[in-house]
């Protein structure tokens, strides 16, 4: 399964809320979470590797990152 949180716009913590909501939801998969400040990818990705995900891949598209979480 894979699934999208777009958190652009919200500030801390609702990234990191929507995302392990989305972890607990899916249980493993692929999560692509899209963030556009330095902390939010920074607590999303700590968030991650705490839930025992890896982050495959953070890519910044210029106005924020795009991170890839997988389990």
């Known amino acids: 399964m894979s699934a999208v949180v777009d958190a652009r716009g919200l500030s801390c913590p609702q990234p990191v809320m929507m995302t392990l909501n989305r972890i607990e939801a899916l249980g493993k998969g692929v999560i692509e979470v899209l963030v556009d400040t330095d902390t939010s990818m920074e607590n999303v ?20 990152y795009k991170l890839v979480l997988e389990k």
Not at 45 to 64: F, M, P, Y
């Open 45 to 64: 990705a700590r968030l991650a590797k705490n839930k025992g995900w890896s982050v495959k891949e953070i890519q910044d598209e210029g106005t924020g």
